[in-house]
């Protein structure tokens, strides 16, 4: 793959990734306040649930997307489901689990935050820092995996020929 296609999926990958952290957050946060009560010591298990509900629409954002030109295969679908729900159920409670202790960290950004006059009390700064310190590491591992595990085939159009480019067929002059 050459630099700028390169690029071109990591920025399909990186705006889904945006539209799904964003429902992701507002599901995690939904979970945290109303249903655990705003219990930071459940962030893992907020975290979790409402990771489980974005893995459904993250497959179809990225197979319709990020990774339209390649086949995801008769168990694409299932891969992905397996590692989004490994992903939820321990990837991102796991690394939620290792970032909760950094509380110099969350007091540095809280400072900030009062510093600026931001509106934002410190637990929700303490979570928000954990959620965001998941999340980013755990979208590193996701690009892999789906790149090379179930996005990791181009469409094949006839018998084992590769998916033909239509606008540079017609640049070219050449017929289907």
């Known amino acids: 793959m050459n630099k700028k296609k390169a690029a071109k999926k990591l920025l399909k990958f990186f705006l889904v990734g945006c539209v799904n952290t964003l429902s992701d957050f507002i599901l995690y ?31 179809f954002l990225h197979k319709n997307i990020t990774w339209k030109e390649r086949n995801p295969g008769k168990f694409g679908i299932v891969k992905f489901f397996i590692w ?8 991102k409670p796991f690394f ?3 970032y909760t202790p ?27 820092g954990i959620y965001a310190l998941a999340v980013v590491s755990n979208a590193v591992l996701n690009f892999f995996f789906y ?28 017929k289907e």
């Open 147 to 174: 790149e090379k595990i179930v996005f990791g085939k181009k469409k094949d159009t006839k018998e084992g020929q590769k998916q033909v480019d239509v606008e540079s067929v017609r640049e070219s002059g050449e």
């Open 84 to 91: 989004g729900e490994f992903s939820a159920l321990a990837l």
């Open 96 to 98: 939620s689990f290792i």
């Open 29 to 59: 946060n939904l979970f945290l306040k109303l249903v655990f009560g705003g219990n930071n010591d459940l962030s893992w298990l907020a975290i979790l649930c409402a990771g489980a509900i974005s893995i459904f629409i993250t497959y």
């Open 102 to 128: 950094l509380t110099g960290l969350y007091q540095f950004a809280f400072g900030i935050c009062q510093g600026l006059h931001l509106p934002f009390d410190y637990n929700f700064v303490e979570s928000t």
